[in-house]
């Protein structure tokens, strides 16, 4: 690695106050022109892509998440003049909650709630992690992201006493995601309890016609707001997802589409190296051989972009993690995706990386301002933040000499801008490496699969309370309940079932415990 190797490797794009350093992934010198045929393969699906061509073929629709930050892109009228118009919605509303002209009932609102999954919450939540300042922000920001009844409770224990002032976004596409609608049933509750009308407290983002838009109108919520079939989850944090929980935050909604759609125009290059998304994904291609063999290692050095690997592991991981390429052939593709934040990250896992086993490659993102407000120098003419910075080059060059690889993004400061080029980069990376591949980015037939199988197991869980009823005060083996439901029902499926009922605080179900274990015995006591 020397000095000529970096300037041939190093792509600085001034205009964007961005560079991407690739000089310390050792690819061989007649890589790029050896990947120049996908390349072009590359650029030219993703040229087809934007003009409105069908990309996820399983559900026969567009992919146009592109189109949300330049709507004259669009490939039809109604498409570019819904976007707008959803726009105007969303500053309009948020004006309107800022303003105090739309209120929680008689109280300003103060606090806002957003209820979502995957999706519809690592976005907003990475970017009001990025943006905030509890000093400037419209709205203290709250996050329902599980099923998880604890959670949520804890969650609403830091809005106790403030629920006449809170606002909640409630967000699913379908309107049927289970860990969304426990959330909204769960908030419902709360607001009834401390005597709130929560249809005056609620705002939904969703599809039209889905459950939750039907039950939003039926029941007078303050507002809904359309999510659309061309535009994914994981892809939509630019579009009424992510920009409206922003926007009642206080954050600059114009700057991270303006920043998204300035680096989609600077990644539709088709010469690679002044394309930093084509760069990023042959990288990946390089170092994992094109089949995952290496994991990808997320390491802002900046806590306000501590949560874009948590992102990333969706983005990333849901689209390249597939079983089968376009022709139907088993490929197992995927990329593994984790991280932490340096330099946390040197007094956790680092020390793995250096000298353990070389299964990785590192994606630095380096973050040149300091801060916002003054500092302080810790020596003479030293901040903490140069101790940051030299973390995060000492670092790279301790894994180096190791001869354990790395990228560098470089970034002026984390902004509305930036934050918005950054989503952009990723998501036109993913597309471009799972064109090398051969895969499908913009499906997620894992995902549906294990929703299928929980709906079972949801199922299963009900006719099991159902037998036990039945047979009140009658003890039963996890064998003998599955054998008396249905002879090919799983036995350690209902345990762990019948283990969970038990568990529930004022649970009338019960166990006898005995030895060996899977002869205790499970019954309902009226």
Request: net charge negative.
């Amino acid at each position: 690695m020397g000095w000529d190797r970096f300037k041939k490797d190093y792509l600085l794009m001034e205009e964007l106050d961005f560079a991407i350093d690739i000089s310390r992934m050792d690819f061989a010198e007649d890589f790029l022109q050896d990947m120049a045929p996908l390349v072009e393969k590359a650029a030219s699906e993703m040229r087809k892509l934007e003009k409105g061509a069908i990309a996820n073929p399983d559900e026969g629709r567009m992919v146009g998440h592109y189109w949300l930050r330049a709507p004259d892109l669009a490939p039809d009228n109604d498409i570019r003049d819904v976007i707008c118009l959803t726009l105007d919605q969303i500053k309009h509303f948020a004006d309107q909650v800022h303003s105090g002209k739309l209120l929680g009932g008689n109280e300003k609102f103060l606090n806002l709630l957003v209820i979502g999954i995957g999706g519809s919450a690592l976005g907003p939540q990475f970017v009001s992690e990025a943006l905030g300042h509890p000093a400037k922000d419209k709205l203290k920001v709250f996050f329902f992201d599980n099923t998880d009844p604890d959670g949520l409770s804890t969650t609403l224990a830091s809005l106790e006493g403030q629920l006449g002032r809170t606002l909640t976004v409630v967000i699913s596409k379908s309107g049927g995601t289970a860990e969304t609608r426990n959330g909204m049933l769960f908030a419902q509750d709360a607001f009834t309890r401390a005597g709130l009308d929560f249809p005056k407290h609620a705002v939904a983002v969703t599809g039209k016609d889905s459950k939750l838009d039907n039950h939003a109108r039926t029941n007078g919520w303050l507002a809904r707001f359309p999510m659309w079939d061309w535009v994914g989850g994981r892809s939509s944090e630019t579009g009424p997802v992510g920009l409206l929980p922003a926007a009642l935050q206080g954050l600059d909604m114009q700057g991270i589409l303006e920043g998204a759609r300035e680096m989609d125009e600077a990644t539709r290059s088709d010469v690679a190296r002044e394309n930093p998304a084509m760069l990023l994904a042959l990288m990946w291609h390089h170092a994992t051989g094109g089949y995952g063999a290496k994991d990808m290692v997320i390491l802002p050095y900046k806590d306000r972009l501590q949560l874009f690997s948590k992102y990333l592991q969706q983005l990333v991981m849901e689209s390249l993690g597939k079983e089968l390429d376009l022709e139907g052939n088993r490929v197992n593709q995927g990329i593994a995706v984790y991280g932490n934040k340096g330099s946390t990250d040197q007094h956790a896992y680092v020390q793995q990386l250096r000298d353990g086993v070389n299964n990785f490659f590192v994606t630095f993102i380096e973050v040149l301002k300091e801060s916002e407000l003054s500092t302080i120098e810790v020596e003479p003419g030293v901040t903490p933040g140069d101790y940051l910075e030299g973390f995060l080059l000492g670092t790279r060059q301790a894994l180096y000499e190791n001869g354990r690889e790395s990228l560098t993004i470089t970034i002026k400061e984390v902004s509305a801008r930036s934050v918005g080029q950054l989503i952009a980069l990723f998501e036109r990376a993913v597309g471009f490496y799972a064109s090398f591949v051969g895969i499908n980015a913009y499906n997620q037939p894992g995902v549906e699969a294990g929703k299928k199988a929980a709906a079972s197991i949801l199922e299963l869980n009900l006719q099991i309370q159902d037998f036990l009823r039945n047979a009140d005060g009658k003890g039963f083996t996890a064998e003998e309940v599955a054998q008396g439901l249905n002879a090919k029902a799983c036995p350690e499926i209902s345990y762990k079932l019948l283990e969970s009922l038990v568990a529930k605080p004022g649970s009338p179900f019960h166990k006898q415990p005995a030895t060996p274990f899977y002869m205790t015995k499970f019954l309902y006591r009226s």
